[in-house]
């Protein structure tokens, strides 16, 4: 258990939709990133946090937007869905995020299946 | 840009066989981070080993072992007697201490081990 918790773990929607995925980091870490896993993409970076601030932003589409709350938790809203937003998206979260580029340690994943 | 190749899509080996999963990196910076992580069929990301890019020791950790050689850009990593359990899918990351781009993880396209008893 890494530590690093997400909700829900699984999630189906239809397309045009919008859906918010959630994200604990572990406790002390103040950096908060998030990936998507997709069998034609890979493993791609979307976005990272630190203490509540954008730090870096990936591969994000303008659908797709991030946030983080000041007790570090994080949240990803996807809106208008479509079919190639199906994927397995992963929060990390590490204790600095600078640029010593520290561990990050992965949640769970939660599978977005849109119909 | 930095990219992280894994030629080996998939690798299939019988148990008590040594394996060895090969990561090539590319990238413009002197300090860099190299990870390796594990995807077992759960699918949760499992953390293995950093590397920065100024300690070029290999690393022993019980059957694991890491060869991080910078004149050849690799980073592989070698799994002894493997098991059963060490079944998953394998991703090398590669991290660049830019201020520009945060410490964004990029990951190679992953390689599947089997390991059939």
């Known amino acids: 258990d890494s530590g690093v918790t997400q909700t829900p773990k699984h999630l189906i929607t239809a397309t045009g939709q919008r859906v918010t995925l959630r994200c604990s980091p572990r406790?002390?870490?103040?950096?908060v990133y998030w990936y998507q896993q997709s069998l034609d993409q890979g493993l791609q970076f979307l976005i990272q946090?630190?203490?509540?601030?954008?730090?870096a932003k990936g591969n994000i589409l303008e659908r797709f937007s991030a946030q983080q709350f000041p007790d570090l938790h994080s949240e990803l809203n996807l809106s208008s869905l479509e079919l190639g937003d199906s994927a397995l998206y992963f929060c990390?979260?590490?204790?600095?995020?600078?640029?010593?580029?520290?561990?990050?340690?992965f949640g769970p994943g939660t599978r977005l299946t849109v119909l | 840009a930095q990219k992280v190749t894994q030629a080996q899509t998939e690798i299939s080996v019988v148990e008590k066989e040594d394996v060895t999963l090969d990561c090539v990196y590319e990238?413009?910076?002197?300090?860099?981070?190299l990870f390796w992580y594990k995807q077992p069929p759960s699918g949760e990301l499992v953390f293995l080993i950093r590397?920065?890019?100024?300690?070029?020791q290999n690393e022993i950790s019980g059957r694991y072992s890491w060869n991080f050689q910078k004149s050849t850009s690799s980073f592989n990593f070698t799994i002894t007697a493997s098991q059963v359990v060490d079944s998953a899918v394998y991703f090398c990351?590669?991290?660049?201490?830019?201020?520009?781009?945060?410490?964004?993880?990029?990951f190679g396209e992953g390689t599947q081990l089997t390991v059939n008893p």
């Open positions: 990238t413009r910076d002197t300090t860099y981070y």
């Open positions: 946090y630190y203490n509540g601030e954008e730090r």
């Open positions: 590397r920065n890019s100024f300690d070029e």
């Open positions: 990351a590669l991290s660049e201490a830019r201020e520009t781009s945060g410490s964004r993880l990029t």
């Open positions: 406790s002390g870490d103040l950096s």
């Open positions: 990390a979260s590490s204790a600095l995020g600078g640029l010593a580029a520290d561990t990050q340690y």
